[in-house]
C-alpha cells in the first residue's frame, strides 16, 4: 500500500508540474464575425469517453514531467498514456487543476489516476 501511495504522489507532483502548461497551452480566441462551422467529415465523440488529448498538453505533460523525475521520460510516457485511456480531457483538467490549486478532487478520478500510476514502472 505504501508504495502505491508513493507512485500516487509522485504522480500528483509530476502532474501538478506539468499542470502549469496546460493553462499556457489554451488557445486564445479572438472575436470572430463569423460563427464556426462543424466539421464535417468525423462524427462527434461524447464529451464523456477518454481519447487523446491535444499535442500540446502532452508534450507539456511529457516535457515537465520528465524536468521533474530526473528525465524518466518512459514513465512520465507512460502516465500521460494511460491518463488519456483512463480519464476524459475535462477530467484530466478537472484533475489537474483542482491539484494547482490544493482542492480536493473526486475519489473516481483519483482511483483511476492510481490505477495508472500502479501500472507504469519507475525506471531503476
Known amino acids: 500500500m505504501a ?3 508513493t507512485l500516487f504522489s509522485l504522480a500528483l507532483a ?11 497551452t489554451q ?3 479572438a472575436p470572430s464575425a463569423q460563427p464556426a462551422k462543424p466539421a ?17 498538453v502532452v508534450d507539456a505533460f511529457i516535457g515537465g514531467c520528465g524536468r521533474e523525475s530526473g528525465g524518466r ?8 498514456d494511460g491518463l488519456q485511456k483512463k480519464l476524459n480531457f475535462t477530467e484530466f483538467k478537472r484533475w489537474e487543476t483542482a491539484g ?4 480536493q478532487v473526486p ?6 489516476v ?3 500510476a500502479t501500472q507504469c514502472r519507475w525506471p531503476d
Open 3 to 5: 508504495e502505491r501511495m
Open 14 to 24: 509530476l502532474l501538478l508540474v506539468a499542470g502549469s502548461a496546460l493553462a499556457q
Open 27 to 29: 488557445p486564445q480566441r
Open 40 to 56: 464535417a467529415s468525423s462524427p462527434a465523440k461524447p464529451a464523456s469517453a477518454p481519447g487523446p488529448y491535444p499535442t500540446a
Open 73 to 80: 521520460t518512459e514513465f512520465c510516457r507512460c502516465l500521460i
Open 100 to 103: 494547482a490549486l490544493g482542492m
Open 107 to 112: 475519489q473516481t478520478i483519483n482511483e483511476k
Open 114 to 116: 492510481l490505477d495508472v
